[in-house]
């Protein structure tokens, strides 16, 4: 009679995962001894430490980012900082091959730009001058036109003027090359957010700036996903995807219930939105006075 070999059942393979969830490994496994031994497959070895994103630490912080993303922003938190990846480095890295794969697959894209050469129509009053609220909505659109091109010169280097410009446009495809366009602005809220909701709770300021980043790096995974999926022609992942994400970090990183993580996510949401809200109406005013200063 042959013996079977053993098998565990779906409880226990469960339960398995969720005690590697909680420590990040097993621990009835032995450590794996290294071997003085050398085989003839180990030349490659250690040959791509150098690559950011196919080293152990990039893979590593990707596979617990999808699979354990609390608790390993706990472990972080808490000290373990060997074992993965900095947040920031994190941040810049995985957006960065993000916006490789979004290049790579631009030629396929089809994206609605701000027309730069359109121009705004001004009525003549009675007198043959210009209303004095078109001059003002003519110089609004003129005042977005050009903080738009101020940010994408790299884009548009017919717009590029002077040696200024110039170095402004080349600064701007070094960012853009390595993605930090994609993800400061929703850093920067989402940790504003993040501290406003936490300024009682357990995470301090640089905790809730090395939270947001590992946040923001799922979204990155799911946003590469979406590209990859759309063939280049979306990199959206929804709001509720990106709600459910917040609310599973909330609930293992500080090990709350399901309310309190709830509880968090939306307030957390509601915040960004604030922050978003005093940016928009600031520079709403600022183009406002400046378009007055104008007429």
Known sequence: MKAKGKKHSFQTRRRAFSIWQKLGYLPWHKP???KD????????KGA????????????????????RPGYMIRDYINGQHSKYL????????????FALVSALLKPYQQEDRIPINAEYSIEEGENGT???FEKV?????????????????????????????????AFE??????????????FLFLWLAMMAVMRKGPLSPSACAATSAYILCQFSFFMLF???????????????????????????????????ALSLTIRTGIMYAVFMGLLLLTVGIVVVFLAFLKV
């Open 32 to 34: 794996v001894e290294a």
């Open 37 to 44: 031994k050398k085989r003839s497959g180990d030349f490659y």
């Open 48 to 67: 791509f430490d150098s690559i950011p994103f196919l080293n152990d630490d990039a893979k590593r912080t990707f596979t617990h980012l999808l699979l």
């Open 86 to 97: 900095a947040p920031l480095t994190a941040l810049i890295i995985f957006y960065a091959f």
């Open 130 to 132: 210009p209303k004095e």
């Open 137 to 169: 909505m003519g110089n609004i659109v003129d005042i977005v036109r050009r903080g738009y091109v101020l940010l994408h010169l790299d884009e548009f280097p017919d717009e590029v003027d002077s040696q200024r410009e110039s170095s402004l446009a």
């Open 173 to 186: 495809g070094v960012l853009r090359s390595q993605g930090i366009p994609l993800f400061i602005g929703e």
């Open 226 to 260: 979406a590209v990859l999926l759309s063939w280049g022609s979306s990199s959206k992942i929804g709001l509720a995807l990106m709600f459910l994400l917040l609310f599973i970090d909330y609930k293992q990183l500080l090990g709350v219930s399901n309310r309190k």
